[in-house]
């Protein structure tokens, strides 16, 4: 096999595991449902910076007591 093979293979490769993010947004993000779930994920983030238990941009997720995002009880 040629290095060129070997490269091309690569590529292939690579291409074959790309996520493709317009298809994403289309087929989950948009839901009614994941849109609820997402922006009651941001009013626990906020509500944590609020308080002084997160700040912002520092990269770390919040817990949800039971692990359901909807659930913002503390």
């Not at 074959?16 to 849109?35: A, V």
């Not at 994920?41 to 007591?65: I, N």
């Amino acid at each position: 096999m040629t290095i060129m093979e070997k490269i091309h293979m690569s590529f292939q490769h690579h291409k074959m595991f790309m996520r493709n993010y317009k298809k994403e947004r289309e087929n989950y993000h948009s839901r009614p449902e994941q849109m609820v779930r997402n922006a009651a994920r941001k009013r626990a983030r906020r509500q944590m910076e609020r308080e002084g238990k997160a700040k912002p941009f520092d990269g770390k997720d919040v817990h949800h007591k039971d692990n359901n995002p909807l659930n913002n009880d503390k």
